[in-house]
């Protein structure tokens, strides 16, 4: 009788070249790359005379440092004019796909990807950078990686890997009308804390992860490297299917049944050991947001800040007041309330068409405060050319939204769109670290439907309330 087994240690198997004492080496089907962590390796490989093994598995594009105004100035940065420029060259020296800052593609590595159908169930995917998890979504292994992987896997097609322990996060109950997916994610790194899940692949399950659109999915993989995990995976299902068929480089025809059966037998199966396994209830889950700096620092919508005297861990005491002194917070007062003074809505957490119809829905004939500095800016041109088919673009503009180009934008500090010294700022992005979104920033984590009821009441507020 087989050993039952997980959806992570299938693909691990079917992808594993060679295992050794210390690493094993596995195939990688997909590569992602953008214009941060690639220069050095494409040099690397120029510097040792190699070429990229198999250039049809890898795509590029340009993100992290374009600009989301207007682009006929071009990049006025040097150091990431320069950064793209070099992109756009090593792939054309180089033979991988390169999508550059006019193709209508253009977009977030992260987003793009799923898109294109470049992400794929069963699949090892790759990328330099911490976020590629969120491809985990359609049951593939994707795991974000350094420069100097980056270019072992340009050169060989293979990664040299630890084999992770399993971590199954259950998420049941009835979710709650205004609970996305954000605050799922959120819910699950309150709870493990930052390093809860190192040393281990998390698989979600559950009816409400069940219940999640792909774009849920996505947005609730995506933040699983916020809990320490290695990578997340939900097992692929009739949604996945639907979601990926005909995508530009999805299989078709006999390639794309074929494909299909394989995916079927991915699923973990019943009665599978886990590692470790916890279980989420949602049933009397509020919106959340966070108030530090770190993704755990997550209290509810209507909560208090912590107060350091009342923890007992000295560490954890001091980590606390580290925080409240860079925030600027005074310790046990309540979050709902805080003025804010710029609104981000994007980034390769939640910058899908299904982000901005959450977010336009809860701010139609509404208005940003006066003092309230807010944009968004889709995750793609193809999210943002959908955006514009129906309409979300004029609610956002009418609303006084900035309507920005792709890119990861104000997510981080990398590109025109930053945050100045003491500005405070609810986002729906993925990291809350100092200086994450500039230097001195203050940054709060939270949904898009969050961030509108932030930028309509001009502090961190609860969207029950107002759109109620």
């Known amino acids: 009788m087989t050993q039952p087994k997980t959806i992570y240690d299938k693909i691990w198997e079917s992808h594993l070249v060679y295992q050794g004492k210390d690493g094993s080496l596995i195939y990688i089907d997909r590569h992602l790359v953008h214009e941060v962590t690639s220069p050095q390796a494409f040099e690397g490989l120029r510097l040792s005379d190699r070429f990229v093994r198999q250039p049809k598995k890898t795509l590029a594009v340009a993100d992290h440092n374009v600009p989301t105004e207007d682009r006929s100035k071009g990049i006025e940065d040097e150091e990431s004019r320069i950064q793209v420029e070099a992109l756009r060259q090593n792939c054309e020296d180089f033979g991988i796909e390169f999508i550059g800052m006019d193709d209508l593609r253009q977009g977030i590595v992260h987003i793009i990807g799923p898109e294109q159908g470049f992400t794929l169930p069963g699949s090892t995917i790759v990328c330099g950078d911490s976020h590629t998890s969120t491809h985990g979504a359609f049951g593939a292994l994707a795991v974000g990686i350094g420069t100097s992987e980056v270019e072992h896997v340009l050169a060989t097609q293979t990664l040299i890997q630890k084999k992770s322990k399993n971590f199954n996060v259950q998420i049941v109950g009835r979710c709650p009308e205004y609970i996305t997916a954000k605050?799922?994610?959120?819910?699950?790194?309150?709870?493990?804390?930052?390093?809860?899940?190192?040393?281990?692949?998390?698989e979600y399950s559950g009816n409400v992860v069940e219940s999640l659109t792909m774009?849920?999915?996505?947005?609730?993989?995506?933040?699983?490297?916020?809990?320490?995990?290695?990578?997340?995976?939900?097992?692929?299902?009739n949604k996945t299917?639907?979601?990926?068929?005909?995508?530009?480089?999805?299989?078709?025809?006999?390639?794309?049944?074929?494909?299909l059966k394989y995916w079927k037998t991915l699923p973990s199966d019943k009665d599978v050991h886990y590692d470790k396994t916890i279980t989420i209830d949602t049933k009397n889950l509020a919106p959340l947001v966070t108030w530090g700096t770190s993704p755990e620092d997550v209290i509810e919508i209507g909560g208090n800040i912590p107060i350091p005297e009342e923890i007992e861990d000295d560490s954890k005491k001091n980590a606390i007041k580290r925080s409240l002194e860079y925030m600027g917070l005074e310790a046990g007062a309540p979050i709902k309330g805080l003025k804010i003074d710029k609104v981000f809505i994007g980034s390769c957490t939640?910058?899908?068409?299904?982000?901005?119809?959450?977010?336009?829905?809860?701010?139609?004939?509404?208005?940003?405060?006066?003092?309230?500095?807010?944009?968004v800016v889709p995750g793609s041109g193809l999210v943002k050319a959908q955006a514009e088919n129906e309409g979300l673009d004029k609610i956002f503009m009418e609303s006084g939204f900035d309507w920005r180009e792709p890119g990861c934008s104000m997510c981080l500090a990398m590109n025109a769109d930053k945050l100045l010294p003491e500005e405070r700022c609810a986002s729906t992005s993925n990291r809350n670290f100092e200086g994450r979104q500039g230097r001195g920033g203050r940054t709060h984590l939270l949904s898009p439907k969050m961030a509108v009821a932030a930028a309509v009441m001009g502090h961190l507020a609860d969207v029950r309330e107002l759109d109620s």
């Open 241 to 259: 299917y639907e979601y990926l068929q005909n995508r530009p480089m999805t299989p078709k025809g006999e390639l794309w049944e074929s494909a």
């Open 215 to 237: 774009e849920g999915r996505m947005t609730l993989c995506n933040l699983t490297i916020e809990a320490g995990a290695r990578a997340g995976l939900i097992a692929p299902d």
């Open 350 to 375: 939640n910058g899908r068409i299904e982000d901005l119809r959450d977010a336009a829905r809860i701010l139609k004939d509404k208005k940003v405060s006066e003092h309230v500095d807010a944009m």
């Open 183 to 202: 605050d799922l994610a959120l819910s699950v790194i309150g709870a493990v804390g930052t390093a809860g899940g190192t040393g281990f692949v998390i």
